[in-house]
């Protein structure tokens, strides 16, 4: 038993752990009422903070923007709470629609994210390791945006609203582990590419086939 010191690298250790949460509840909202929600955060994070302990502390895993600690975790995290909180609803749920105003705000709220999203990958780093990180994911990010237009292009023929919001920050997302160590501008501008790819044709194809055979 010890006193925790807040410093500034704990709150924004802190941060990253909240947005484990919200990319986990990128998959429920509006599926679960506040009780659940509340009863999955605080069990989340007792489990993200025992899984950051131990990948850092005793793995010594390097993982900047959080790719693998915080996002890949929320999502699996998100995956586990959409098959365990309703594994009997219908296929299909007004929940799930999209309207033009969901699409407003998420539009708004992409591009803060988008702005943002280097300070997020490179609060930890510092010196010429920050600017690095800074660097990539600002082209990464930039990549992924033309990644999900092609994608939209070929399977819609038009832009596709959601599937651009969805897949526009995949490369920060995707650079993430990997955005203090890269020096070759190409390299990141292919990774934050294929991010957007994956993440458009993820949620064009994946999604609904996962909803139409497991109802995940």
């Given at each position: 038993m010890h006193k925790i010191n807040v410093t500034l690298d704990k709150l924004i250790v802190a941060d990253f752990g909240a947005g484990a949460c919200m990319i986990t509840f990128g998959a429920i909202l509006g599926k679960c009422n506040?009780?659940?929600?509340?009863?999955?955060?605080?069990?989340?994070?007792?489990?993200?903070?025992?899984?950051e302990a131990i990948c850092v502390d005793k793995l010594m895993v390097t993982d900047m923007g959080g790719s693998m600690l915080v996002h890949t975790y929320g999502a699996y995290y998100g995956v586990a709470a959409c098959y365990f909180f309703q594994p009997n609803r219908a296929k299909k749920s007004n929940n799930m629609q999209s309207n033009h105003?969901?699409?407003?705000?998420?539009?708004?709220?992409?591009?803060?994210?988008?702005?943002?999203?280097?300070?997020?990958?490179?609060?930890?780093?510092?010196?010429?390791?920050q600017h690095r990180t800074v660097v990539n994911t600002v082209l990464a990010i930039a990549a992924s945006c033309v990644g999900s237009a092609c994608v939209a292009r070929v399977l819609h023929g038009k832009l596709e609203t959601e599937i651009m919001l969805n897949a526009t920050l995949a490369g920060g997302v995707a650079i993430?582990?990997?955005?203090?160590?890269?020096?070759?501008?190409?390299?990141?501008?292919?990774?934050?590419?294929?991010?957007g790819v994956?993440?458009?044709?993820?949620?064009?194809?994946?999604?609904?086939?996962?909803?139409?055979?497991?109802n995940l």
């Open positions: 506040l009780q659940q929600l509340f009863f999955l955060t605080f069990w989340e994070m007792i489990w993200w903070g025992l899984n105003v969901s699409e407003t705000v998420a539009f708004v709220g992409s591009i803060f994210l988008w702005m943002y999203w280097p300070s997020f990958n490179g609060a930890l780093a510092s010196g010429v390791t993430g582990s990997s955005a203090d160590v890269i020096v070759d501008p190409w390299a990141t501008l292919l990774i934050g590419f294929l991010g994956l993440s458009a044709i993820g949620f064009a194809k994946i999604g609904p086939f996962l909803s139409d055979t497991i």
